[in-house]
């Protein structure tokens, strides 16, 4: 054993330990690259994109190169809104740590130079504390002088980590001018109202960027020559239909109806060209500065504040007013038309043959009707006695409209609102609701017509301005729908056009043989002494139209809508205008009605805007303006001024015993009213002094101008003409009463016939 023992030679304990120790590194080794090439598969292959945003965003420095939104312009290329060149202010946490640049100077100046646009000192110490930023917004969209300020203070301290860059900033030149139909941009220059919205799209462009190399702290790197420019594509730019002078005529009577009649929810107005749909103007008021979209107009906020609301309840309130104030109720809100509607119930019932000029209806204040408990009453409940069917529309009676709502039938009547696009939206390119009507089944039930007759006189359902304007325009074109439409064509950057709207003809309703007859009859009921619209009337022009003047739909019964829809010239219609006042205050004194309230409005829009559309006046025979131009007579003498006034209608008054004429009152070349009393001075000085101008407002015209003329002043006219009578009133005069002008001035009257014995009151 021992022998056996000694022969043996012991193997070595470190070539043992050697080779596990090899095997266990192979197997290490080879466990280490599975996963090291899991790692490099993961960082290579599955995070690839992640880690190589990251590396470029250390490589790399991004700038925005803003495009230029697109011009808005009004019909004949007056700029409506525009973007121009701002700049925008922000600071960078990591370039100030880095270059040890003193954080509290910057914050106290920055917040004194914009404390304007609501830069505060602790607001931007705020913004360094979060230190791994480079990029910290102090101000946006800021003018070129306060940028100028931060420039000189960032030039005077060499300072980095205070950047000023371009921006663009949207303007509009002329503040509130349809206002909700241009609607407006956000900070980001992206469209949230109006035409800016729906067309933002074309409009905003596609900005572009500048990319450059940078060093591993963030600064760009000199010498690697690496840039890439991506161009921007300028937005592109709309032309309106909305001409800015028919605008500007339509904002101004319809805020003077405000203020006139005392109306309490505003007011809503449409031009339309009613050939071709386009639309001319568009309002909705009280309206809003475009440039300060995000506060209240002054109505508004005056009656938030009656409400008392703090904190959350009062920012609720005020969100939910502005956007109130935004929208376009023209085309958005539904309202019930009242005796407007009788056009369409007119223009259907001629078409279908079932009545003629020559039909007589009677009317004794009111009207049975199968389905109802009472009677259906004429808004007159004494009633229009016997009358043609001009002298129907004339005095807007009720009853004869819901016999010839019964003439025409159910059947019928549904075909006709169908046809006049009164069921669907227009289509116009605008945000616009839909109308609210009884269904087919309801009218034809045949032991219950009582819908069918509130219907014929505008009355249980609810449609939309643009809706009803834009059938009343298929009356009065030859008897085609047209599709409403704003923007006429869209312009690229260069000015090519990229798109032109031509006008659609939607159908054709009526013949026009019917569409030439019922603007006959509706000249007539503007035209007629007994007519509800001769409010309306424009000396020297055929206006035709309709009032309209009804409760207003669940609200208490002293809440109207009162309105008047007219076009002109009659004969040959070019300008539809259809104007309604929403809630006129029982408090005015003023009677409330269409008639007197509304009719003026329209009347006075089309005396300025069809002379600027070039319509020409042509008085018929035995008509006249009641304005007529003084000529200057200095210098002539005495007995021939005299005589040249006498022939123009003018009384003469002579002060002074010379020969020759030296001064008159009032100066040549001023329009006064007919039968007015010129001063001629015959050597003796004429009189500087001033007068105080009497408050005329509610007298009849023959006493306001004998009251003005005691004053030494003159008076000329707009609205009615003032031959009729003595229910002509003065509504409105253009110098407030108790200024102090010069004597002779010419004080100028709007004249509305208060005939309460033919204005409709509701239907």
Known sequence: MAAFMASEKPQKPGRAIFSRTLILLIVCGILAFIVLIGRLYKVMIIDHDKYESQAVEQQVRETTVNASRGTIYDANMKILA???TVETVYISPVEMLKYKEDASLIASRLSEILSEQGVTYDGVMKKWSDTGSWYKTVAVKIEQELADKVREFKNQYDLKSVHIVEDTKRYYPYGSLAAQVIGFVGTDNY??????????????????????????EGTDMLFTGYENYYDARDGSSLVLTIDSTVQYYLEKYLAQAI??????????????????GAILGMCTLPDYDLNSYGKLNDSALAKLSELGLTGEEYDKAYAEALREQWRSRATMDTYEPGSTFKIITLASALEEGVVSENDTFYCGGSIEVPGRDNPLHCWKR????????AQAAQHSCNVAFVNIGMRLGASRFYDYIQAFGLFDKTGIDIGEGNSIWWSRDVFEEKDNLSQLASASFGQTFNITPIQLITAVSAVANGGYLMKPYIVARVLDAEGNVVDNVEPTTVRQVISEETSRRVCAILESVVGSKEGTGKNAYVSGYRVAGKTGTSEKVGQASDEYMVSFIGFAPADDPQIAVLVILDSPSKDSGIYISGGVMAAPVVGSIFSDVLPYLGVKRLYAEAETDNNVAVPSVKG???????????????????????DTVTDQTPTGNVRLAAGSTVILYAGAEKPSDTVAVPDVVGKTYKAARAYLELNNLYASTTGVHPSNADTVVVQRQSVEAGMEVARG?????????NDKTIMETTG
């Open 745 to 753: 001035t010419v004080i100028e009257v709007s004249l509305v016939d």
């Open 636 to 658: 002539m003498g005495v007995a021939e001024a005299s005589e040249k006034l006498g022939s123009l209608g003018f009384n003469v008054k002579t002060v002074g015993s010379g």
């Open 259 to 276: 203020e006139d009649n005392e109306i309490v929810n505003g007011a809503m107005g449409i031009a339309m060209n009613v050939k071709t």
């Open 382 to 389: 004494t009633g229009h006695g016997t009358q043609t069917l």
């Open 191 to 216: 469209g949230l109202e109006g035409l800016e919205a729906i067309y933002n799209k074309y409009l905003q462009g596609q900005n572009g960027r500048i990319v450059r190399a940078t060093t591993s």
């Open 82 to 84: 525009q973007s121009a």
